[in-house]
Each structure stands twice: as C-alpha cells, then as structure tokens.
C-alpha cells in the first residue's frame, strides 16, 4: 500500500470560524433563528404539518449552526480547558442554546397531545418513514413528555445540572498538580500523564523507582477526594432527576431507553466479564512471573514481556503503519480515511492544559471529522490512531449517506467501528511477526487490548452501578467509602497477582466516562461485536467487507440490534458472548505457551 505524507498535525480552527468575532456573529444569526420555531405552533397535528417542520429550511440551517459551534467550543475546550476564549465560547453556545430549547419546549408536548392510534399512523405515512426512527419516542408507548411549562424549567436548569462534568475537567486538568519526581539519573520531571505512561512502560526503570511514581500518581488526587465526590455525586444526581422526570424507575433504565439498547445487553457483557475472571487472573499471574516480580502494580503490565522492541516512531511512521492493516475494508473505506487524516482537522502532540487522551468528534453533515491525539512517539500508538480513525471514518461515511437526523452514530456501535480497527491492527502485527519474541510482543498487544476494553470499563461500571444506586436510595457519596468499594470491585477483577495498595482506591477520581451516566460498558459490548465482525472478515466470509461498510453508512437510522444485524451480528445471543470469551481465551492460552517456553 502506498504511503501517505506531510500530514497536518494542528488543528486550523479557522475551518469552523475565522476568529471569535465570527463565532459571536453566528451566534446572532442562530438567535434570530429561533422564533421560527414558534410559527409552527398549532401546526403539528398532522403528517403535513410535521414534515414541513422536520424540512424547513431555517430549522436546517439553525441546526447547522449548533452543529459548527458545538465543535468549535469542543476543540477550544480541549485545547485549553481554563482559556478565557474557551469559557466565553461555551458560555455563550450554552446561552443560545438554551434560549432555543425554551422556544421549542411546546413541540413535543403538542405532537404527544395526538391519539397513540393517530401518531402511529402519521410516521408510518410513507413520506415521514425517513424520520420514523429519529421520532421514535412519539410512537412509543412508554415515552413520557413533559408538557411545555415543565420542558422550559428542564432546559432553564438542564446547563447547571450539567455543570460538573465540565468543572471536573477543568479541574483535573488543569488546577490538580501533577507530581515532581526526581528521576534515577538525577534529573527532575513533572509527571505529566504522557511522562507517567512512557515510564510504565519502559524497561529503563527498575521496580522501586516505577513504585514510587506509581503511589504518587495516586496520591495526588487524594486530597482532593471529597470535590471529586461531590462533582460525580451532583452530576449523577442531576442524571437520577431527569431519569425520575421522565418516567423511570432507575438511571440505567433511562440511559438505556436513551440509546434504544435491549437491558438485557447489560446483563450478558456483565456475565460475560466474569465468566472471563478466571483467565485474566492466569495471564495477570503468566505476566508477573514472566517479570520476576514479587509484586505487580496494574501500571507496570503495559511493559512487554518480550524482548521485542519495535523502537519510537514518528507520527508519520505511525499513521501509514496503522494504515497498512485497514486495507481489508476495501478501498472506499481507505478513501475516506485518507481524506480525513490529510485534513488539518487532525491535533497530534500534548501541549499544557490539552485534554489527555484521544478522541473523534463529528457534528452533522458540513465538515469532515475532527480529531484530538496525545502521540507519545511509540509504535503503540498506532493503534490509538486506528482506533479514533475508526470513528471518524464511520462519522463520515454516515454523514454523506443519511439525512440530517439520522447522520450520528450512537456510542453504542460508535465503538464497534473503532475497536474492529484495533482488532485488525494486531491481527496484522502478529500476522507479520518475524520471529517468536515479536509474536508475542502483539499478542500480549492484543490480549491488553481485550482485558482494557472489556474488563476494566465492565470494573468502571460496576462502581458507577454501585454509585447510582446509592444515589438513587437516597444515600449521599462518601468518598472514603468509594475508596473502598472501588478498591474492592478492582481486587474482585485483577485477582491476586496484581497488588492494589489503598492509595489506589481514589483511582475513579481521575475518570471522567463516570459522567457520562451508563456509557462505559458500551465498550464491553462493542469490542465484544467487533470480534465478531472481524471474524467474519478475517475468514474470507463472502460479503463480510462490504455489509460492514453497509453498517457504517446506515448511521443512526435504526436500532443498535438492527444495524448490528447488517454487519452479521446479534447482540441479543449468547453464542455472540462466548465467541468473543474463546477468542480470547485463546490468545491467553497461546501467550502462556509461548513465554513459558522462551
């Protein structure tokens, strides 16, 4: 496959707005666009009616807006969460955004004043069937709208309710000190969080030395225990009132509801984790006595038990080496991941007060995909990049076959999408292993992978299960007795080959999937349908390619079981769970052998 080069690795932020001034204008515009909505009231009682509300052109361009601006906050946001420009973008966008969802507060409440029988028919009218799945919730019969007095005081609350999440950021980021350390040679380092990871994972620095960082790293949010309590406790109670608001009896009945996923997904991962205990604890215990370690912390198992060392890359090498394995999608797929990747949409290097980690965002149909690296110049990396360029490409590939309403794919299979990248990466790694000691190196790669994405966001569940129970019996969220549940549910996962001191209990402070209400195990779920996916492909399944572009392209216009069964998936059977647990089974049986016999 041909390379690619001279990729762009800032973001130009002029693709949104030239300047803030140009964000503000817009802003007007989007305000003088919001009493369109009020011409259609008393209009919505018919398929008529409906349908030149859903396609009028005014309410087209006033979403195109907030899709443009929401970007646009969220790169400045992740930029530098405590910039100025950053707060007034925000503070604005959520102004406007407020004002319009108080001028449309009557919408939902007139369509739902309309018999059940008569709404049921109105969207299966063969000209509103394009939008019958983004309106769901009026030809549901366990949807519950608020009538319009309620709508407003729900929207004049709903940013303050929403208020902790941002502050965690912005407090983890940027006012939380990341320890001091002296290094072994001498030499003095904060240890950033792209500092912490390149020293976990390098044979450089002994045992001690890796303790000691460990424990400070977390040590430093202890202090701050009780905040961060009380920020996930006022976010997921804001979560539990809209959920009590709307008619349901827990926070995960909503979310689930939310996202249209069957409950009984949660459930089959849940058992599926655990089921998976037993083989994680061996291949913990292979690692730890593959180190010679007499205790292990869960930080030092990202150093390879191999000997191979693939070396540092620039970000270059890693684009083209993650590419090469994504050429099994077939050349419409690789298309667009060229587009995007050469777009200079794409930021790449850590920098002070930037958000960690990565991520992909796409907000309707006008711009390609925006991305946010932390490239630590490591051949791992690589797979970091399939993985965000997998939701790009799916974000794009919907964005350009489905209407406005149906172009934004749910988490739920967004994951899928990024994760069957990650599987296809290492199964060419290992594939293209030149000897032993390299297969094992992307073997136990891959095996990380599925214990990370499986097993530590089903452990990240658990406790926010945990939480919102609580809440939602009334008791308030102590932070030393989070501590101590946290600390629990993750002896309960890592066995006893890996040693968790207390100080690791505060661990759930730094995460903030937390906030999100019922998220993380979306990932479980969605490598657990990737592997499936993958399979299909990997055996020369005749179609397999082309239905997973099918599902990519399909959006959001169906249910999440419904777009899964494009791409031959049902995760509604068991069978979907226990192919997954013997694939993994598998690479840990293989990855024992081999380093057993080195």
Same mark, same amino acid.
């Given at each position: 496959m041909e390379k690619i080069h001279n990729l762009p690795t800032e973001w130009d932020l002029t693709q949104f707005y030239a300047d803030e001034a140009a964000f503000m204008e817009q802003m007007k515009r989007f305000e003088e666009l919001i009493p369109v909505t009020e011409t259609y009231r008393g209009k919505l009682g018919s398929a008529e009616g409906i349908l030149k509300y859903l396609e009028d052109p005014a309410m087209m361009e006033k979403q195109a807006i907030a899709d443009r601006a929401s970007m646009y906050a969220e790169a400045l946001h992740a930029k530098n969460a405590a910039d100025p420009a950053a707060q007034r973008v925000l503070a604005r966008l959520s102004e406007v955004l407020t004002k319009e969802g108080i001028g449309s507060s009557f919408v939902d409440a007139e369509i739902m004043a309309l018999p059940f029988d008569v709404r049921t028919e109105i969207f299966s009218r063969p000209e509103l069937l394009p939008y019958a799945y983004a309106c769901r919730k009026y030809t549901d019969p366990k949807t519950v709208v608020l009538n319009e007095q309620a709508k407003k005081t729900e929207n004049l609350?709903?940013?303050?309710?929403? !208020?902790?999440?941002?502050t965690h950021d912005i407090f983890d980021y940027t006012e939380v000190k990341r320890p001091r350390m002296t290094f072994p040679d001498g030499s003095e380092e904060v240890v950033t969080d792209t500092v912490f990871t390149r020293i976990m994972r390098s044979r450089e620095y002994a045992h001690d030395f890796k303790k000691e960082v460990f424990l400070a790293r977390c040590a430093m949010r202890s202090p701050f225990e009780n905040t961060y309590a009380s920020l996930l406790e006022g976010c997921m109670k804001g979560n539990w009132a809209r959920a009590q608001l709307y008619g349901f009896s827990t926070s995960m009945e909503a979310a689930f509801h939310q996202t249209d996923v069957n409950p009984l997904v949660y459930e089959k991962i849940m058992e599926s984790v655990h089921r998976m205990l037993p083989k994680a604890h061996a291949y913990y215990a292979a690692k730890k006595k593959a180190y010679g370690l007499a205790e292990m912390f869960p930080s030092e198992m990202t150093v390879p038990v191999s000997s191979f060392a693939a070396g540092d890359m620039t970000y270059e090498e890693a684009v083209n080496l993650g590419r090469e394995s994504l050429g099994i999608w077939g050349e419409e797929y690789m298309a667009a991941f060229? /587009?995007?990747?050469?777009?200079?949409?794409?930021?790449v290097y850590p920098a002070d007060g930037k958000s960690t980690g990565a991520f992909e965002e796409l907000a309707g149909r006008e711009l390609l995909p925006m991305i946010? #690296?932390? #490239?630590?110049g490591t051949d791992k990396y690589a797979s970091t990049i399939v993985h965000e360029m997998g939701h790009a490409v799916y974000?794009?590939?919907?964005?350009?076959? !489905?209407?406005?309403?149906?172009?934004?794919?749910?988490?739920?299979? !967004?994951?899928?999408?990024?994760?069957?990248?990650?599987?296809?990466? /290492?199964?060419?790694r290992i594939l293209h292993a030149a000897d032993t000691e390299e297969k094992i190196y992307w073997l136990e790669d891959e095996i990380d992978l599925f214990l990370g994405t499986i097993h530590r966001q089903c452990l990240f569940s658990t406790f926010e299960d945990w939480c919102y129970k609580k809440i939602e019996g009334g008791e308030p969220l102590s932070a030393p007795e989070m501590d101590r549940e946290y600390l629990n549910i993750c002896r309960e996962y890592y066995g006893d080959a890996v040693a968790l001191p207390e100080e690791f209990g505060c661990d759930w402070a730094r995460i903030p999937h937390m906030y999100y209400n019922y998220y993380v195990y979306q990932y479980a779920t969605s490598i657990t349908y990737a592997a499936a996916i993958c399979s299909r492909v990997s055996k020369g399944e005749k179609g397999a390619a082309e239905d997973y572009v099918k599902f990519l392209k399909a959006g959001n216009s169906m249910s999440p079981d419904r777009l899964l069964a494009i791409a031959?998936?049902?995760?509604l059977q068991d069978e979907t769970y226990r192919l997954a647990e013997a694939y993994l089974g598998?690479?840990?049986?293989?990855?024992i052998k081999l380093a057993d016999a080195r």
């Open positions: 609350f709903a940013d303050a309710v929403d !208020q902790s999440a941002k060229d /587009r995007i990747i050469t777009n200079p949409l794409v930021d946010l #690296f932390n #490239f630590d974000s794009l590939l919907s964005a350009e076959n !489905q209407d406005r309403y149906n172009c934004t794919p749910g988490i739920f299979t !967004q994951e899928v999408a990024s994760t069957a990248n990650e599987i296809m990466f /290492r199964k060419d031959g998936v049902d995760p598998g690479l840990i049986d293989e990855f």
